[in-house]
């Protein structure tokens, strides 16, 4: 939206210029310092329609330069510090790195095997309950035959 926005005003402005342009036609004398020319209107005024584009396009581009020279010393400056913070850590922080990833293994092991553990109990437990039942089921079954064969 913004191109088409930039794009629609740019041909505007060109069809301005053209047009105050054809319309003063006549020739006039420019003066060069060192030397007179007769040049018609239209031709100095394009000219320095152009000059002028040029003179804005060089400070636009110098000031696109500078920040791309600044982004790029900037990020060699993040690259700089993150390689100084990754070498800067001691033998002694990654030791003990390495002994809190070990415990923290063993600590997992440790919470498997309770869960195993909890599962196991669960199950026998469950088993109990029916073995109960059947066995109550097997003597009101027994009690009830010995009634009905008396």
Do not use: C
Not at 34 to 59: C, D, E, M, N, R
Not at 68 to 91: A, C, G, P, V, W
Request: glycine content about 2%; aromatic content about 6%; cysteine-free.
């Amino acid at each position: 939206m913004k191109k088409t926005t930039k794009l629609f005003f740019v041909l505007i402005l060109s069809f301005v210029v053209v047009l105050f342009s054809v319309i003063n036609a006549q020739q006039i004398e420019v003066n060069f310092l060192f030397t007179k020319l007769s040049l018609p209107l239209v031709l100095i005024i394009i000219s320095g329609v152009i000059i002028g584009a040029l003179i804005v396009l060089i400070v636009m581009l110098s000031g696109v330069w500078q920040k791309n020279r600044t982004i790029k010393q900037l990020k060699q400056e993040i690259i700089e510090l993150k390689t100084k913070d990754d070498s800067e850590i001691d033998s002694e922080e990654n030791e003990v790195i390495l002994n809190l990833k070990k415990e923290l293994k063993e600590k997992e092991l440790e919470l498997s095997d309770l869960r195993h553990q909890l599962v196991n109990d669960m199950m026998s437990e469950s088993s109990k309950e029916d073995t109960l039942e059947v066995n109550d089921w097997t003597e009101t079954k027994k009690e009830t035959y010995e009634d009905s064969s008396d």
